[in-house]
């Protein structure tokens, strides 16, 4: 594609608010555009949409707004069966539906699913509270609109080397994309880069899964900071292959459904088991404890 078409439809975008603002909503607008109330409930989001979280009290604050001024754009939809998506305005959209609204202004037009692709990232991509994690997602969506790596590049208006770090995402622990899944802002592009590159050299080593669970633990703890990351893993897995480490021995992690929940790791002079508190119920946690204690009981013997 020669043409950028980010930049297309950003344009396409303002001149359309532009249109809005001007006209005062009104219904006269070009072949295959048509102004109506839409049933709030007759809609759904982008399939394309990259944003994973819509943080609530920006909602509340857009939902105040129209409740005391009405809505100063439409949104912008597509017919899909029986009912519409979104095209651009899901934060309109769901502001509405905070505020129980049965309808919604809309723009209604005809849009290709490549486009409805580029809509959801053009009206993102720039906004400074769309994460990295959530951009790299809808730029993989949108990869294979694209002949080449290089037209995609230049068709977002980005260097190749900094939409790479974008593609590093992809090449991560199940784990760790779990939580970026709850919490995209975790990992920015260059430290999943550096990560994705960590992982890569030392994939060979017994070692990697263990050191690299720990340390996105401390991550999500707050307790190592992202820039930190690949350095700190690289640094472990060197000291646990060089018997540096003191006298602890590797941990084993448990993990359920891609997450980890617990552990079992000892030393010279303890054995010691970590689970999630929210892990095991009452019966659970009797049952482990009678275990251990018939486990003892026996090695006494």
Known sequence: MKKDLKGMLQSKLQQNNLRHTASGQEVEFAEGREYRLVPVDSIEANPYQPRKVFPQDELDK????????????PILLRKAGDGYQIAAGERRWRAHKLLHKNTVEAIVTNISDSDMAVFALAENVDREDLSDYEISLAIRQIEGLFPTKKKLAESLGLVREDMYRYFAFNEL??????????????????????????????????????????????????????????????????????????DVQMAQYFFRDGKKVGNISSTNHHFTIKLSAKLLDEVQEKRLKDFIEQMLADTAL
Request: no cysteine.
């Open 62 to 73: 857009l939902a105040a707004s129209i409740a005391e001024i009405g809505l100063l754009e």
């Open 173 to 246: 622990p199940d784990f760790i994309l779990a939580d970026l899944e709850a919490n995209p802002r975790l990992l920015s592009r260059s430290a999943a880069n550096d990560l994705k590159k960590v992982l890569k050299d030392h994939k060979d080593s017994p070692y990697l899964d263990q050191v690299s669970a720990e340390a996105w633990d401390l991550l999500v703890a707050k307790e190592l900071d992202q820039t930190k990351l690949a350095d700190f893993i690289k640094r472990k897995i060197k000291e646990v292959a060089n018997n540096i480490d003191t």
